[in-house]
């Protein structure tokens, strides 16, 4: 059965270039891919997570807000009783790295992550017992 | 009477332009002519200005170095500022924050953890005094980089220039106030397309009423390009917008020649040298012929497209950003050898971070060594003629021409409404993914090499740069800033000129400048205002697609 990754933008970046072309990518790897659209809340992105039954949720944050509003994706999931991983994407300094993996992130993409890395790092996530 | 050739006009004009001192010869003496060419060869200066809106040029004036800035506070900018014009920068140009594109206010649900952080945060008239405290805005002109809400902070800037006693006929800058393309590629939009344009008429017949010296629209590019088109989508997407534009104000009322000297486009620079190069050649041949033939202009000056320059972000690497100082630099010469008006240059960390204060200075030392080092500055479009060069802006032309047959065929022959369907229909979305989708695709199969990504990874471990850190400090300052303002100001007075916008809203004949700075004088903030609007207006939202 082929991995179900929600693809998803919280928050008030519009940037979705790169949302875009993962979600391509992944579909090109077998993945299906769920998008739900720009200006999600923390919230509706868990909630979508779980009613679309995902593997992982994949955000892509190029503004800045990925310390404030990553972890609170992984809060609003894990306090809804589910652990689907969250991995993140985007602009994001290789320091902020370590405290969002702490704070839950399974998952750090910095620009010009290559396909392979991120389908490879995905599947790899998916596979791990929880 | 035999009419004047290209060449004779030129000359002409050139020999009636003011010139910088100094000597135009190369480095070892031999004296430059100020553009060359063949006798029956298109010439700087004159139409169709594929060589150049000027005839003589950067030996006129040099581009503006005018370099993007914003984080933090309203203070925070402006010590960015101070600094820039310290530095020998010439022009400022304003980045807000997320929420104030939005239109939403910093204290709002979704503006949490955006306050501030990739620009300025702006909620009230107080805040534009402190960021434009101590700066002489007769002197140096100023851009704001701002779309949904630019009527709104159009409205605070000139109360704020009224407040402190300046006439808003002396103001001189830019509103970016490009929708259509937020819409396409930037997405950050807030009320429906057709709503948002009526604000954009709104905008154009007032600057074009009561401020002269104020370009109305910064018809912009760069976002398209960024957000994935090709060199030839942004080039015919832009100049599409542009036509969009004419096409409003003359509806609105203005002839053509009122609006179109008072637009302004903004493209990018993107790595492809010789491709950036032909695509500025290219985009003021078309405009020329346009507003010529197609919209009747007869001011030159509608003819004339005069451009600013970015270089392109997604071009640089977070690997070894050092290098992205080198990639900035060719593709900033490509601007300057295209004949741009202005340029801002990227600085090496943005692929990491806002910039810090030395990477900028950097960017902007790039512009300086382009500017009084190379002497590229001392012959107008010194690649005209190369037969490569004017092959490749033929083709750029070609193409561009094939994408507005499309869109005018979507708009039944009008490129307003093909701007405005192709956007409804995501047709213009849908193209800028896919050629994204395509350039990524090439970069991982290893068929175009990125130094650093892909290719020549040693070095990858070095240390990281410093870049500079927003703290959430300053989103609890900006909170407390606004509680302040909204302590002291007059409800009273701030519910009534609400009420007065929300009621002209509804009257789509009216022009909302007038209330809109009334209730910027009152200290109503940017989300109150928005909030107003978009209880008339609606609030749009896209239908997601991959």
Redesign the interface.
Known sequence: MSLRVLVAKV???????GI??V???L?DAGME?V?????Q?PESVASAAIQEDVNVVGLSML???H???APLVVEALRSRGSDIPVVLGG?V???DIEELRALGVAAVF???S???EIVATITGIVSLPS | MTEESAQERWRRLYDAAPLRSGEFATMSGIPLAPAYGADDAEYPGVYPYTRGVHASMYRTKLWTMRMFAGFGTATDTNARFREIIRSGGTGLSTAFDMPTLMGLDSDEPMSLGEVGRCGVAIDTLADVRDLFAGIDLANITTSMTINSPAAVMLAMFVAQAEESGVDRALLGGTLQNDILKEYQAQKEFVFPPRQSMRLVRDTITFTAGEMPKWNSISVSGYHIREAGSTAAEELAFTLANGFAYVELAVQGGLSVDEVAPRLSFFFNAHIDFFEEIAKYRAARRIWAKWMKDHYGARDERSWQLRFHTQTAGVSLTAQQPEINIARTAIEALAGVLGGTQSLHTNSMDEALALPSEKAARIALRTQQIIAHETNVTNVADPLGGSWFVESLTDEMEREAEALFAHISKMGEGSMLEGCVRGIEENWFQGRIADSAYELERSFNSGDRIVVGVNAFLEGNDDNELATLQITNEDERKQLARLDQVRHDRDDEQVKHALDRLRREAQDPDVNLMPALIDAAKTYATVGEMMSTLADVFGRYVEVPSL
């Open positions: 928050g008030l970046d519009g940037h979705d270039r875009k072309v979600a391509r990518l579909r891919v998008y739900t659209g720009l200006f809340t503004s800045g807000a310390m404030t509003l602009i300094p290789p320091r910095g620009p010009g290559g396909a392979d």
